[in-house]
C-alpha cells in the first residue's frame, strides 16, 4: 500500500476507502497515515465513491473527503413499517 501511495501522490496527498475502519483494510490504513498524506474514508458506499470520482480532478484532498462524507449521508436511507 505504501508504495502505491507514493506512486499516485502528487503532492496534495491521497484519499483512500476502506469498508470500516474496524477492518484489517481500516487498521492498515491508520497505520500508514502516521507515514504518509493519506487520508481515509470508512463505512464507504456506491454513490459516495462515484461523487468523488466524478469531482477528483477540480478538489483537494480534504473537500473530496468532506464531499464523499457528505454524499454517503445522504445515500443513506432508512425506512420502516
Known amino acids: 500500500m505504501s508504495n502505491a501511495i507514493k506512486y499516485v501522490d502528487d503532492g ?3 484519499l483512500t476507502f476502506v469498508d470500516s475502519m ?3 483494510a481500516g487498521y492498515l ?5 502516521e507515514k504518509a498524506n493519506v487520508d481515509v474514508i470508512g463505512g464507504v458506499n456506491l454513490p459516495m465513491l462515484c461523487k468523488v470520482i466524478e469531482q477528483r480532478n477540480q478538489y ?3 473537500d473530496l473527503a468532506k464531499l464523499a462524507r457528505d454524499e454517503g449521508r445522504k445515500a443513506v436511507i432508512w425506512r420502516s413499517p
Open 12 to 14: 496534495d496527498g491521497v
Open 22 to 24: 474496524a477492518s484489517p
Open 29 to 33: 490504513m491508520l497505520s500508514i497515515m
Open 60 to 62: 483537494p484532498v480534504e
